[in-house]
C-alpha cells in the first residue's frame, strides 16, 4: 500500500521531489495505522490525501520602477477543506514551484489538524524575489497577485497568510487589494497590522511557539532551556523569534543566517544584539554580513558551495533550531550536530531535515520535534486571529500568549500519546503525522466520498 502510493505520486508528477519526501515522511509514519484500520486502503484514505482538492496556477504581470514589465507566476494549492477552509501561508521566493508548494501544503494539513483549531490546509506564493525591490515595486506586484487571487479566497473558504519573503508589509498591499476588489473589510488573511484587524502575539507566534515546544521536550527529561548553548538558523520572522524567547528563559544563541552566510557569535546574541538583527533585517533590509562589522569579535562565515555542509551547525551547542528553510540541514550536518553533543533538534522551518539526517536524529535518541509539531504556533496564532476578526474583538497580548502556551501544551502530548499507542514511544515524528492524519482521515470518512 505504502509502496503503491508512493509510486503513483512519482509516476503521476516525477518532477516533484518535495513533495515526494513530505509524502514518503508521512506514509512511513502512518503504515501501522493502515494495518489496524483497512477502512482507510478501502476507502483510499491515501490517494485521496494526496491530490489537492485545487490548484489555482495564474499569471502575475507587474511593472517595475524603471517602467519594464515582468511576468511571474503566481499560485495556491488547495489541499484540503476536511477540517476548515483552507489556511497556510504564501510564499515569495524565486525557488517556489508547484513541488514546494504542494509540500509546504501537504505538512499544512497535518500541522493544522494538530493546533486543535477547525483550519484545513493550503499553500500559496509566487516565484517573484522581494529581495532588492522597491516599497513600490512589491505593491504593484501584490496588487496584481490579489488581483487574480481574490477570486478564489474569503473568510470561509481560504485564509492565507505569510511565509518566506511574506510579511507585515506584504499583508498590508494584499489585503488592501483583496478590500477593494470585494468591497468587504473581513478575515480574509492573517498576519495583519494591529491597527486593522490583526493579533498580538502572530508576528513572534511562530518562534515563541517552537521555543515553547522545545521547553515541553526536555521537560520529559526533567531539564530547562536555561544555560543551554542554541545554535538558529535564518534570520527572518521564525528566527529572531525563537532567539527573543530563548534569550528571555536564560539560553544563549550563538548562531543566526541568511542566504548569504552565518554569523557565530561566542558570547551571545543578547536582547541589544537582537533589536540590531530586526532592525538590519526588517527595517534595512540588510545582510547578516554586516552584524560581523557592528559585532567584531563575531565570526561571519559567507556560503561556500564546494562545501558540503552547513558551518553554521558544526558549532558546539546543546540545542539547534533550524529556521530558515527547507532540506537546510543535510545528512553530513545532521551527523556534525550528533557528535558535537546536541541533544535537541526543533525545527521552526518546515522540513528543515532530510531524511536520513531525520532517521540519525532518531536513532541517536536526541529530543526531534518535527516542523509540523514545533512550528505550529504561528498558524495556530493565525486561528486566534481569524477567531478575534469573527467576533469584532481583540485580545490581550497575555491571552493570546496564553492560548499560545495551551496549544503548544496540547500538541507536544498528542504526539507523545499516538506515538506510544502505536508502538513509537517517545517518537514525535511518527506521533506528529499520526495525530494529524487521524483526525483528517476520519473527518474526511465522515463527509463522504467528495
Ligand atoms: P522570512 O522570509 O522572514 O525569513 C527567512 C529566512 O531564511 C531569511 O533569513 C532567509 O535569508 C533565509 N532563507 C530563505 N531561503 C533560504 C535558502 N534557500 N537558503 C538559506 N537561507 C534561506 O521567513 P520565515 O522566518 O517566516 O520562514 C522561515 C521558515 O519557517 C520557512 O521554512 C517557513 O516555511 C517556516 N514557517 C514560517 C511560519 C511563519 O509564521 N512565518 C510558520 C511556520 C513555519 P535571506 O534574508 O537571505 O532571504
Ligand atoms: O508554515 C506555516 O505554518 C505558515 N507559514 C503560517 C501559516 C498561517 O496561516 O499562519
Given amino acids: 500500500m505504502a509502496e503503491e502510493i508512493m509510486q503513483t505520486i512519482l509516476d503521476r508528477d516525477p518532477n516533484e521531489r518535495e513533495f515526494h519526501q513530505a509524502v514518503g515522511e508521512v506514509v512511513e509514519s502512518v503504515k501501522p495505522v493502515l494495518d489496524q484500520n483497512p477502512v482507510y486502503r478501502k476507502l483510499r484514505i491515501l490517494e485521496r490525501l494526496v491530490e489537492p482538492e485545487r490548484v489555482i496556477l495564474f499569471r502575475v504581470p507587474w511593472m517595475d520602477d524603471r517602467g519594464e514589465v515582468n511576468v511571474n507566476r503566481g499560485y495556491r494549492v ?4 476536511a477540517i476548515g477552509p483552507y489556511k497556510g501561508g504564501l510564499r515569495f521566493h524565486p525557488s517556489v514551484t508547484l513541488s514546494i508548494l504542494k509540500f509546504l501544503a501537504f505538512e499544512q494539513v497535518f500541522k493544522n489538524a494538530l493546533t486543535t483549531l477547525p483550519m ?4 500559496g506564493g509566487s516565484d517573484f524575489d522581494p529581495k532588492g525591490k522597491s516599497d513600490n515595486e512589491v505593491m504593484r506586484f501584490c496588487q496584481s497577485f490579489m488581483s487574480e487571487l481574490f477570486r478564489h479566497i474569503g473568510s470561509n473558504t481560504d485564509v492565507p497568510a505569510g511565509d518566506i519573503g511574506v510579511g507585515a508589509r506584504e499583508i498590508g498591499f494584499l489585503f ?10 473581513t478575515g480574509v488573511l492573517t498576519g495583519k497590522s494591529l491597527n486593522w484587524g490583526g493579533s498580538l502575539i502572530r508576528p513572534e507566534a511562530t518562534g515563541y511557539g517552537s521555543v515553547y515546544f522545545a521547553a515541553e521536550m526536555l521537560a520529559t527529561r526533567n531539564e530547562t532551556l536555561e544555560g543551554k548553548t542554541c545554535l538558529v538558523s535564518g534570520s527572518g520572522n521564525v528566527a529572531q523569534f525563537t532567539a527573543e524567547k530563548l534569550i528571555e528563559l536564560g539560553a544563549k544563541v550563538v548562531t543566526l543566517s541568511d542566504s548569504s552566510g552565518c554569523i557565530y557569535d561566542e558570547a551571545g546574541i543578547d536582547a541589544k544584539k537582537l533589536a540590531y538583527v530586526k532592525l538590519l533585517k526588517n527595517v534595512r533590509r540588510g545582510r547578516m554580513e554586516e552584524y560581523a562589522d557592528k559585532y567584531p569579535d563575531a565570526v561571519y562565515t559567507p556560503v561556500d558551495p564546494s562545501l558540503d ?17 527547507q532540506n537546510e540541514i543535510n545528512a553530513v550536518d545532521a551527523k556534525h550536530l550528533v557528535e558535537n553533543g546536541v541533544t535537541l533538534v526543533c525545527e521552526g522551518a518546515n522540513m528543515p531535515t532530510v531524511p536520513d539526517g531525520i532517521d540519525l536524529f532518531l536513532d541517536s535518541g536526541i529530543l526531534y520535534g518535527p516542523g509540523k509539531a514545533a512550528n505550529a504556533g504561528g498558524v495556530s496564532v493565525s486561528g486566534l486571529e481569524m477567531t478575534q476578526n469573527s467576533m469584532r474583538l481583540s485580545w490581550t497580548r497575555e491571552e493570546v500568549d496564553n492560548r499560545l502556551k495551551m496549544i503548544m501544551k496540547s500538541i507536544h502530548h498528542t504526539c507523545l500519546d499516538a506515538a506510544e499507542q502505536y508502538g513509537f514511544p517517545g517518537n514525535y515524528l511518527h506521533g506528529a503525522n499520526i495525530a494529524g492524519f487521524v483526525k483528517v482521515v476520519d473527518s474526511m470518512i465522515d463527509q463522504g466520498l467528495v
Fill in 78 to 81: 488547495e489541499m484540503s477543506s
Fill in 120 to 123: 484545513g490546509g493550503g499553500k
Fill in 309 to 325: 555542509f552547513n558551518p553554521l551547525w558544526n558549532h558546539k551547542g546543546d540545542c539547534a533550531f533550524p529556521s530558515a528553510t
Fill in 176 to 185: 488592501g487589494m483583496y478590500k477593494k476588489l470585494r468591497n468587504e473589510f
